[in-house]
């Protein structure tokens, strides 16, 4: 067998997995994500623990589930018996993850788990197991085979781990109403941050660098705002500053290609109408979408009364990192 082969042969395992994870969902899920959401609605946490690669999996829904706003901790569960349950609740959800569920380790700590925590959920492939047994919820996650040769390493069975950890996570987070706003102040830094928390008036090119003139002016004056601003369009407004058009150098090609006198047109008679604009309170992430949408260079930032304030360029978000 190929590398090649070989990795698509463990790819289609892993897919089988999640099929099968697919298949298996019932009302449990429905009832774990209610008994996190209580839990957490009551100032609880959820507290994760497995061995091994399980617990490396844990250490990662722990991870999303904390990130998306519900509280967890991963616990070591060779370091709980020598004190680290102390971080155990009485309102806590402990989320067991154990594919057979007999795993020695874990099942030695269920009986203090039991006795501390108010509820315990099972992420596991054994549906019979001690584990199951001792818990108040089981989620199924049991797959037809492991990817590798031997049936042995945990392989399509923690990968249908993680990915049930990542339904259970976005659930709860839909559940709780978790929003951008919410989002934000758990990732201030890094590209995530910037896109949460940067607004449309933070990016925009304002004052000199902003391109406004009346309707009534001509194309040859429109040229000149575009050339001091250093922009490739023009914001077109009427006797009272509100957004009515928008002129740009594409406008201009395609004008001068069907009349050379194009330039001294009056605006209202060549510019676009219903241009495409964003509101200057707007995340920046919305102007990136509406540019990768639309495939236009510039995009004029208005305010509640529809007034051009600002012009967002689609050459300052490398700079700022938003693409």
């Known amino acids: 067998m190929t590398h090649l082969a070989c990795a698509r042969d463990v790819l ?9 994870l697919l298949r298996q969902l019932d009302a449990s899920f429905t009832a774990a994500v209610d008994c996190i959401t209580e839990c957490l609605s009551k100032r609880g946490k959820v507290i994760v623990v497995g061995i091994g690669k399980s617990g490396n999996v844990g250490q990662k829904i722990a ?3 904390t ?26 959800v402990v989320l067991a993850l154990s594919y057979s569920g007999e795993t020695d380790e874990l099942l030695h700590l269920l009986p203090a788990l039991a006795r501390l925590a108010w509820k315990i959920i099972a992420i596991t492939g054994g549906t019979r197991s001690a584990l199951a047994r001792h818990s108040h919820i089981v989620l199924n996650v049991r797959v037809p085979r492991e990817a590798c040769p031997f049936n042995l390493a ?9 990915a049930l950890g990542d339904a259970l996570a976005i ?7 978790f929003d951008h706003a919410q989002y934000a102040k758990f990732h201030p830094a890094g590209s995530i ?3 949460l928390l940067l607004k449309v008036c933070d990016v925009m090119r304002t004052g000199d660098r902003n391109p406004v003139i009346s309707k009534d002016a001509t194309v040859r004056d429109a040229l000149l705002v575009m050339t001091r601003a250093k922009a490739g369009s023009v914001a077109i407004v009427n006797g009272k500053g509100r957004l009515v058009g928008v002129f740009t150098d594409g406008d201009l090609r395609r004008h001068m290609a069907a009349d050379g006198d194009v330039m001294h047109h009056p605006l209202h008679k060549v510019m676009t109408r219903s241009p495409i604009v964003i509101r200057e309170s707007s995340l920046a992430a919305e102007a990136l979408k509406i540019f990768n949408q639309r495939n236009i260079d510039d995009l004029i930032a208005i305010n509640a009364r529809r007034e051009p304030v600002g012009m967002v360029d689609l ?3 490398p700079r700022l990192k938003l693409v």
């Open 12 to 20: 289609r395992i892993e897919m089988e997995g999640l099929r099968a």
């Open 154 to 162: 945990p392989t399509a069975s923690t990968t249908a781990m993680l």
């Open 63 to 65: 991870a999303t589930l």
């Open 315 to 317: 050459q300052d978000l």
């Open 171 to 177: 659930a709860v987070m839909r559940a709780r109403g």
């Open 67 to 92: 990130s998306t706003g519900s509280t967890s901790v991963l616990l070591n569960a060779v370091d709980a018996v020598h004190g680290d349950l102390g971080i155990v609740n009485d309102g806590d």
């Open 193 to 195: 941050g910037r896109a």
